[in-house]
């Protein structure tokens, strides 16, 4: 089990930079890819990037490819995403998530998450 905490988000404009963060408990937050997920109301949830186990290698979605960068502390039990040059398509609640540990399916599909946490608001105006 893992618990998840978001922090960082809240209201940018357009073109400004935000880094959210996600804190984990527990000892085997490095055995967890972790990913983060946005959600608008009425919408899908959405993947935006994820953070592989063990090598660390970092996924993104096309939307933000460029722009976003995840991270990982392990040290810290925590991982980041750090988003520049935000678009008013980027308001969304944003989740962090982690599947099971030594996860190897498909990181993409929120479905493939058991733990998220409570999300935390990013609202961009323009």
């Known amino acids: 089990q893992v618990q998840l905490a978001e922090s960082g988000g809240g209201l940018v404009q357009a073109g400004d930079s935000v880094r959210l963060s996600c804190a984990a408990s527990?000892?085997?937050?490095?055995?967890?890819?972790m990913g983060w997920f946005r959600q608008d109301p009425g919408k899908e949830r959405e993947f935006v990037a994820a953070i592989r186990w063990g090598g660390g290698s970092a996924y993104y979605a096309d939307s933000v490819k460029g722009r976003f960068t995840i991270s990982r502390d392990n040290a810290k039990n925590t991982v980041y995403l750090k988003m520049n040059t935000l678009k008013t398509e980027g308001t969304a609640v944003y989740h962090c998530?982690?599947?099971?540990?030594?996860?190897?399916?498909?990181?993409?599909?929120?479905?493939?998450?058991?733990?998220w946490g409570q999300g935390t608001q990013v609202t961009v105006s323009s």
């Open positions: 998530a982690a599947p099971n540990p030594y996860h190897t399916g498909n990181f993409y599909d929120h479905n493939e998450y058991d733990f």
């Open positions: 527990g000892r085997t937050f490095s055995m967890y890819t």
